[in-house]
């Protein structure tokens, strides 16, 4: 048998000891230095994922106005009326910017004549369009168009199928046509 007959007193346990305060304090440091740490980490992948959230949801936003953009313009340049030509072009115009809207403008004049001699309406309907490329400026729309016209000449009315590349450019906060070509 065995009897430990050391007595054990508040003055000798580890604790109560210089070390033994030490030693805890240390332990409570380190832990509350990892805890911090890891709160700091948490914070800081959250805050990344918020960003990366944002980044995705201004992204698609930004898609949906570009898409909506193309889909006016493709609608805007295929469609008009020789009883209201005027009306019909200046949509066009006023969605424009830089060269093209320049070349449209000078044009104006003997398109407005053409369309009213032949009596010509034409009503575009956009079947598919989709982004090739966007960017925070610039944006390139492919739209697939089909365009109801009558005319003095034809017996009846006729489908026009255009495939339209557009070039949008943001211009204070508007999407602008800043060319249309069509495509093969």
Known sequence: MIVDNKTTTAATTPE???????QRRRTT???TALLVAAVLASLTGA??????????????????SVLAAGRAAAVAFTSYDYRHIGDDLDRVATRSTGEFREQFTKALGALTAAIKKAHGVSEGQV???????SSNESAVVIAAVDAEITNRETKG??????RLQI????????W?????????
């Open 16 to 22: 109560a000891t210089p070390t033994g305060v030490s």
């Open 157 to 162: 009315p006729s489908v026009r199928r255009y």
């Open 176 to 184: 602008l046509i800043a060319d249309i070509k069509p495509v093969a």
């Open 29 to 31: 440091r380190v832990a």
């Open 47 to 64: 805050a990344w994922t918020l960003r990366d959230v944002r980044h995705e949801r201004d992204d698609q936003e930004r898609e949906k």
């Open 127 to 133: 079947l598919q369009a989709g982004i090739l490329r």
């Open 167 to 174: 070039t949008l450019n943001l211009v204070d906060e508007d």
